[in-house]
C-alpha cells in the first residue's frame, strides 16, 4: 500500500469514529435509513443556523440554559440559549431531555461546545474533535448546466475530514451531479466519500455494487481535486408522500418524526464527508479550507432519446427525432410528416443497427453500428469509450397499490398528481390513461409490464416531460404498436422495449433492448437535456392534435407546503441549458366509462 493510500485509510478510520458506528445505508428513496448512533450532540458537522441537539441525563425539562460554542479557527466564542425539550431520540426512540438549538455564525472547522445552566452550573463539555462547524450549504439547481460557486471554503474537522454541505431541495427530478474543486487538489478513492444529513443518519456510501451510482475521475499531479460524478434518485415521490400527507406526513408537534412512528429524515439537505488527502500526500489542516472555485456540473438521466444498453434496433421505416416541449415556435411532432427537430439521439453500450429505410435523426454512439439498405443515421456515429452504467429500479414504500390496471374499448383512468405502484398497465382500443400532472408530477412503478395496443395511449395534461414517468423494476417487457402512444418518460433499464406497426414515444426512453419497426417512432424531447430552447424553422405549423394532451376539468387535489428557508449559498451559473375495484395488489378493471384517481 502506497504511503498516500496509507494516510487515506487512516483518516478515513477516524471519520468513521467521529460519525460513530456505520450502520448500512443504500441508495434508495425515503424515510428508510437507519438511525443514527446515540450521542451528546447530533449531527457531528453541520452549518451556521442548521438545528443541533444536545443530550445530557443531567438536563431538567422547562430549565433555560446557556450554550457556548467555541471555534478553533477563530478567537472568541458565541452563546445562544434553549429551554431543555422532551422529545423522542431520533437513535432509539426514546423520549429524552434535549437541547435544540441553532448554530451560531462561525468560521468553517472545529468548534468546542459547553453547557451551563442558570441554577446548575456546567453540566456539559465537548471538545472540538465532537463537532464541526461546515461552510453555509451549496444549493445544487435544479437546471442543467455547468454552475460555479467562487471563493467558497469547505470546512476540516479535527479528524483532518473535508466537508461541503449541499442542499438539494430543488431537486425533484433524477439528475447526475458532478462536483470539482478547482483550486483545492483534494485527493480520495470510494471508501473515503460518505453523505450524512443534518440529522445525523448515515445516508449513502459510495458502494460498487450499486450500477452507475458514482464515479470519480482522478486528477492527480493538478491543482485540483478529484471529480465526483453522483447519480440522485427520483425525488417527486419523497416530496409528495410528505406534502399530501400519505404515509410519511410530518407530525406537526415534532418534525422529526411522522404521523405514522416512523422517523422524519430529511434527504435535501446533505453534508458530504470526504476523508481525503491533499495532491501531495498531507492531510487538510483543521478549519477552512483555501478558497477555491467549487463547480457542480448537472446532468439529466435523460440525455439522449434513447438509450438500450445491450442494443437499438430500428427497422422498416421506423425512426428517431426531436421536438422541444418548451418552444411553442417549434411545437411537438407533426405526425403528418414534418420533422420539427434533429437530435433524436440513440446511445448503446454494445450495438446499434438500422435497415429498411430506417433513420436515427440525430447523433449514435455505440459500440458497433450495422447500418443496411437505405437506412440512415443523420449525425455522428461515435465509438463507445466505455460502457454506461444505469441506477437500478427502487421502489419506494407506502404507495398507493393500483395492482393490475387493465383498460379497453375507449375506457379512462385519471390519476391525480402523486405516486403509485402497479403490477401491470394494459391498455387497447382506444382506451386512455389520463395523467393529470398540471399541478404536480405523476410517477408510476411499475414491477411487471406495460402494454399500449390499438390506438390506445397515455395523454399528460402537462407536456412537460419530467412531469409524468415510469420506472420499471425488474425486466417487465414495455410494448406499443398499433399506433400506442406514450406521452413522459420511461426509465426501465432492464427491460425490452418493443414499439411496432406505428408505435409512438413522445419524451425519452432508457431500457435494456430496444426494438422499433414497421413505421413506429421515438420523439426525444430536447427539453429533458435541459439546454436553450432551440429556434424552429418558421415554415414549421404544429397541428392541433399533433401532441396528446387535455385539460383538467376541475382543480387537482394535491397539497405542498413550504418549507422555511436555511441559509445557503447561490451559484453563478455559466451555462443553462367509470368505477373501479383494487384490492391493492390485485387488479384495477374499468366497470364504467370514466374513473378518477387523485
Known sequence: ???????????????????????????????????????????????????????????????????????SAASGSQTVEAVAINRRDLADGQYKPQLVVAVPALP????????????????????????????????VPPDRGEFHFPQYRAAVGRNRVTYIALDLSNVQAP????????????????????FYNPEGFLMQRLDGG???????????????????????????????????????AVDPADPSWHLDGSAHIDHDHLILAIAGVLDDASLPAPGATPAF???????????HGVV?????????????????????????????????????DVLSNQTISLDADAVIDGNATAAAFNVWGRAMITGEMTAASEPVEFLPVIIPAGLPN?????????????????????????????????????????????????????????????????????YVQGGGAVGLSNSGSFYGVIYAPQSRIELSVGGGIFGAVVGKEIELSNTSRIHYDIALRGDAAASGPAAATPTPTARLT????????????SVPPSPTRTATPVATRASTSSTGTGKTTLKGAKTSLR
Open 1 to 71: 500500500m502506497s504511503k498516500q493510500r496509507r494516510f487515506i485509510s487512516l483518516v478515513a478510520i477516524t471519520a468513521r469514529a467521529f460519525f460513530g458506528r456505520l450502520p448500512a445505508a443504500d441508495a434508495g428513496c425515503g424515510c428508510d435509513k437507519p438511525p443514527p448512533v446515540p450521542a451528546a450532540v447530533r449531527p457531528a458537522a453541520t452549518y451556521a443556523g442548521a438545528a443541533v441537539t444536545l443530550f445530557h441525563p443531567a438536563l431538567v425539562v422547562g430549565q433555560r440554559y446557556r450554550v457556548r460554542f467555541t471555534s
Open 108 to 139: 468553517p472547522g472545529p468548534a468546542a461546545i459547553d453547557v451551563s445552566g442558570d441554577t446548575t452550573g456546567p453540566i456539559l463539555s465537548l471538545s472540538d474533535d465532537a463537532f464541526t462547524v461546515t461552510g453555509l450549504p451549496v444549493v
Open 175 to 194: 439528475m447526475v451531479v458532478r462536483a470539482q474543486a478547482i483550486g483545492y487538489p483534494l485527493r480520495f478513492a470510494a471508501a473515503d466519500v460518505l
Open 210 to 248: 450499486i450500477p452507475g451510482l458514482f464515479t470519480i475521475d482522478s486528477a492527480a499531479g493538478s491543482p485540483d481535486s478529484d471529480t465526483l460524478q453522483y447519480s440522485r434518485h427520483e425525488f417527486s415521490t419523497y416530496f409528495l408522500q410528505h406534502a399530501e400527507r400519505q404515509p410519511h
Open 293 to 303: 472555485d467549487f463547480v457542480l456540473e448537472t446532468r439529466s438521466f435523460f440525455r
Open 308 to 344: 438500450g444498453t445491450d442494443k437499438v434496433d430500428v427497422w422498416n421505416w421506423s425512426r428517431t427525432d426531436s421536438y422541444d416541449s418548451r418552444d411553442d415556435s417549434i411545437g411537438p411532432y407533426d405526425p403528418t410528416g414534418v420533422v420539427f427537430g434533429s437530435q433524436g
Open 402 to 470: 393500483l395492482g393490475n390496471v387493465s383498460l379497453y374499448d375507449s375506457m379512462t383512468l385519471t390519476l391525480g398528481p402523486g405516486s403509485y405502484q402497479t403490477s401491470k398497465i394494459d391498455l387497447s382500443n382506444d382506451a386512455r390513461l389520463m395523467i393529470d400532472n398540471a399541478v404536480g408530477p405523476v410517477t408510476l412503478y411499475l414491477t411487471g409490464s406495460l402494454g399500449i395496443w390499438n390506438d390506445a395511449a397515455i395523454a399528460v395534461a402537462d407536456p412537460n416531460p419530467e412531469k409524468f414517468a415510469v
Open 550 to 561: 387535455w385539460t383538467p376539468t376541475r382543480t387537482a387535489t394535491a397539497t405542498y407546503t
